[in-house]
């Protein structure tokens, strides 16, 4: 489930004699559920995976969110003639936070932001 992105949610109470409002016995204390850093390293390992086979034509940047211009771009020149999807790939592996990376619609997704929002690779 994790790699799907789904969170659990707190489960409730069921049934014709129980309180829906009261939360179930045995349900996941919060320490031991999913959180967003947790969530973020399958998706670091899908987009370098697809940097890597497809990168030459945008699909980690679809992945990632991007507008379809990007991947038009990409596959006219060979992902800037395999250096932008070099690039792309140590951004991905070695930044801290990918959120500056989803739904960037700039071809050179590490030119646009502030300084305080994008850490360097």
Known sequence: MALL????????????????AQPLVGAIPSEYRWSSSATQEPKRLVAATLAVTLGAFG????????????PVVYGLTFGGFGVLVLIDLAHILFTKDLQAYQANNQVFMWATGSPQRLTPP
Not at 6 to 18: E, F, K, T
Not at 60 to 70: E, M, P, Q, S
């Open 5 to 20: 992105g789904i969170r659990p949610v707190r489960a409730l109470a069921g049934g014709p004699y129980q309180d829906r």
């Open 59 to 70: 699909a980690h940047r679809l992945y990632l969110g991007t507008d379809a211009k990007v």
